[in-house]
């Protein structure tokens, strides 16, 4: 998976971006709806499970979604230390969503009644769970790759860079990392 570049990660990005966006707006109104108590309306329905379920699909849909917004300047810039914000984002919104994936899970097992925009949350859980695996997946291919500069030392950094102190304006009169001697 060496050669995993723009080219896969930014369709997936596109793609679960808008999974995300669409699991916010459905969850958010299941959750309101649970709350207010409708849950004989048709649409919501629910068992045990789906209170918690509700709260996880939300947190895993916003999660998510900020951290396409990672993946978005990664994707911009293609750069190594970009690649690590957007990796460790990703990895996290994908834990979140693999919660909120086992308790779909636990929910369609339970069985009961549920509203089709319940059934249609679940649904875009469970496909979530496994475009964002790819979508780590890919981004942590190039963690393990050199298309990103450099990495004996450099972490996607133009070779004139230098480290710290030298020639570079955000930190002078650092160190570099030498004894000091007095």
């Given at each position: 998976m060496a050669?995993?570049?723009?080219?896969?990660?930014?369709?997936?990005?596109?793609?679960?971006?808008?999974?995300?966006?669409?699991?916010?707006?459905?969850?958010?109104?299941?959750?309101?709806?649970?709350?207010?108590?409708?849950?004989?309306?048709?649409?919501?329905?629910?068992?045990?499970?789906?209170?918690?379920?509700?709260?996880?699909?939300?947190?895993?849909?916003?999660?998510?979604?900020?951290?396409?917004?990672?993946?978005?300047?990664?994707?911009?810039?293609?750069?190594g230390d970009s690649l690590a914000t957007s990796a460790s984002s990703s990895l996290v919104a994908w834990a979140i969503t693999a919660l909120a994936f086992g308790l779909a899970c636990k929910e369609i097992h339970i069985g009961g009644y549920r509203g089709w925009r319940l059934r249609v949350l679940e649904a875009f859980v469970i496909i979530l769970a496994f475009t964002q695996l790819l979508y780590v997946l890919a981004l942590h291919s190039g963690l393990f790759g050199n298309q990103f500069g450099n990495h004996a030392g450099?972490?996607?950094?133009?070779?004139?860079?230098?480290?710290?102190?030298?020639?570079?304006?955000h930190n002078k009169g650092m160190a570099t990392g030498g004894v000091a001697r007095v």
């Open positions: 050669g995993v570049g723009r080219n896969m990660v930014a369709p997936l990005l596109v793609l679960n971006l808008i999974m995300y966006v669409i699991v916010i707006g459905f969850a958010s109104w299941n959750l309101n709806h649970f709350i207010n108590g409708l849950t004989n309306r048709p649409g919501v329905g629910g068992n045990g499970a789906t209170f918690y379920f509700l709260v996880f699909a939300i947190l895993a849909g916003v999660v998510g979604a900020a951290s396409k917004l990672a993946g978005v300047h990664h994707v911009r810039t293609w750069r450099g972490g996607g950094y133009p070779a004139e860079h230098g480290g710290y102190g030298a020639g570079d304006p």
